[in-house]
């Protein structure tokens, strides 16, 4: 049974090689009167058997070196995660400060001039006297005012600042995307960031 194998093997190898020759192998060291092409003999027929074995075993990739290059791949990712957020990061303290300093011109203003400012906050900007913010692409703002639990996304509500420069007491939060956000809260008498 193993003769016939491989014998059958050495067959089609051979036919594989280029020697086309449809006459079985056994017993033979020509090929047939039919293709005279070509001489093939046992011992070249094994030795094309085992170059050929050879050849798909060093073309193929261990295990080894798969592992390897996983555990490349994993390393290198894991390396790169802390930068993912770090663009949406600096978007965010961007935001915040042209919020911050977009409130203290508002605040200064009424200030100055006696008179209450009322800022239009939207999902997507404030407006007011003075100027207006607008976030960038893929931002969005929510409003959370005190005495509530829950941010809302505001639609053309109204935050006041009054003449003496005091300012509803609300936090406001800018979400990316990626879910990254930053809450931005105001001190209700100055507009600064309160203290921790």
């Not at 079985?24 to 070249?44: D, I, L, Q």
């Not at 978007?91 to 200064?108: K, L, M, P, Y």
């Not at 692409?137 to 409003?143: A, C, E, Q, Y």
Request: glycine share 6%.
């Amino acid at each position: 049974m193993t003769k016939k194998l491989t014998y059958w093997l050495i067959d089609l190898l051979t036919y594989c090689a280029g020697a086309r020759c449809n006459v079985p192998f056994v017993n033979r060291t020509r090929c047939s009167s039919r293709c005279r092409r070509h001489v093939v003999s046992s011992a070249s027929a094994n030795k094309s058997i085992s170059q050929s074995l050879n050849k798909s075993i060093t073309r193929a990739f261990t295990l080894f070196e798969i592992l390897l290059v996983l555990a490349l791949i994993a390393v290198i990712g894991a390396a790169t995660i802390p930068f993912w957020g770090s663009a949406s990061r600096g978007q965010g303290e961007e935001i915040e400060s042209s919020i911050r300093e977009f409130v203290r011109t508002n605040r200064t203003a009424a200030i100055r001039r006696n008179e209450p400012r009322r800022l239009t906050l939207t999902e997507r900007s404030l407006e007011g006297p003075e100027g207006s913010v607008s976030l960038p692409g893929g931002w969005r703002l929510d409003v959370r005012r005190f005495g509530t639990d829950n941010f809302h996304s505001p639609r053309s509500e109204i935050w006041e600042i009054t003449p003496d420069g005091l300012l509803e007491p609300l936090i406001l939060r800018a979400t990316s995307l990626d879910s990254y956000h930053i809450d931005i809260e105001f001190c209700p008498l100055t507009a600064l960031p309160p203290f921790p």
